[in-house]
């Protein structure tokens, strides 16, 4: 192929492109006009209630594991310090 076949096809791809990246901006913006202030009549299903209830349990999750990792941190570190501390008792 020559010269002009390359750029008939380099052409074509980005027609393509700029139709394909027209489609994404109008799908994000439609996408966007249905989430944001409720525009596109989606009506919340959970009441302010609910909602502080649902935050609530996931702080005291996050610090449910944080406290677990804390100790599998601990436990680990307590059982590198005791193989080492063997390993230096029997090579004595």
Sequence with gaps: MGFAGHAWDMMK????NRARLKEARESSKDTRKRYSNNKGGLEP?????E???VSRQLKKRDTQEQNFYLWVICI??????GLLFLFIWLTR
């Excluded at 791809?13 to 393509?16: A, D, I």
């Excluded at 299903?45 to 209630?49: F, I, L, N, R």
């Excluded at 680990?76 to 310090?81: P, S």
Aim: hydrophobic residues 40%.
């Design 13 to 16: 791809r980005t027609q393509e």
């Design 45 to 49: 299903d959970v009441t302010s209630e």
């Design 51 to 53: 909602y502080e209830e």
């Design 76 to 81: 680990f570190a307590i059982a590198a310090f």
